[in-house]
């Protein structure tokens, strides 16, 4: 687990550095923020887990752990609360959130490197890895092929139930041509009184919803269309 990088989060500075201090000795690279808006200015995506201080400003932990999972990009960083206040409620609620553990401050050191090192190895194992394979990434377009969601740079787009389907056969196959009736069989399967025709609608109308990225669908003349991703 040497040289992954984990953010602190929490509005004493002092508790930060020697987070910081401690968590760089055992081989992790270490960023703090003193609050929760400056942490939202960071790019989160690069981190392997948030050590976070529930009480804080304006934005508590618990409101910036929400923000987390409710954003496809960062729904799967491991979080462990820091905090003082210990009681079965609050804990509770940082559970519900989708907190990976919970310690009260005070807290050892050792006690703490134990514990993020047991959270990241829960976060290795293999139905991680399975749950991960229910989102498709490409670049700022991200398809939850579990909620059926599209987002690009966080913002939901609204696809029809085909547009969905399209888009997810295309970046789930980057680089291979579908032709129009491997297109029909996949999506429209065994409805009746399809037409080709109706392929070419539904895939100008999912280029137009899909902005910038709407030029990665390609139409292969003779062929059919596919998902160029270089």
């Known amino acids: 687990m040497a040289f992954k ?3 602190v989060v929490d509005d004493e500075q002092d508790l930060c550095e020697i987070m910081k201090y401690n968590l760089e000795n055992e ?3 270490i960023d703090t923020a003193n609050s929760a808006e400056e942490a939202l200015t960071l790019d989160l995506t690069q981190y392997c887990l948030i050590l ?3 009480m804080m400003g304006e934005i508590s932990g618990f409101k910036m752990a929400s923000m987390l999972k409710k954003d496809p990009k960062t729904a799967g960083i491991p979080i462990i609360f820091m905090t003082a206040k210990d009681t079965e409620n609050d804990i509770c609620t940082g559970l519900n959130i989708g907190a990976d553990d919970y310690i009260s401050k005070p807290f050892s050191i050792r006690e703490t490197v134990l514990r993020i090192k047991a959270v990241l190895r829960r976060a290795e194992n293999a139905p991680a890895k399975e749950a991960e394979q229910d989102v498709i990434r490409y670049k700022g377009l991200v398809i939850d092929i579990v909620k059926k969601q599209v987002f690009i740079d966080n913002e939901l787009v609204q ?3 085909k547009e969905f389907e399209l888009l997810a056969l295309f970046v789930s196959n980057q680089g291979k041509v579908f032709s ?3 297109i029909l069989e996949k999506i429209w399967k065994n409805e009746s009184y399809v037409l080709d025709r109706t392929v070419d609608v539904n895939i100008t109308r999912l280029r137009k919803k899909i902005g ?3 030029k ?3 139409t292969r003349m003779g062929y059919g269309y596919y998902f160029d991703a270089n």
């Open 52 to 54: 976070l201080d529930v």
């Open 212 to 214: 910038e990225y709407g």
């Open 5 to 7: 990088k984990i953010l």
């Open 216 to 218: 990665y669908i390609i």
């Open 27 to 29: 081989n992790f690279i």
């Open 159 to 161: 696809l029809t139930k």
């Open 180 to 182: 129009r009736d491997e």
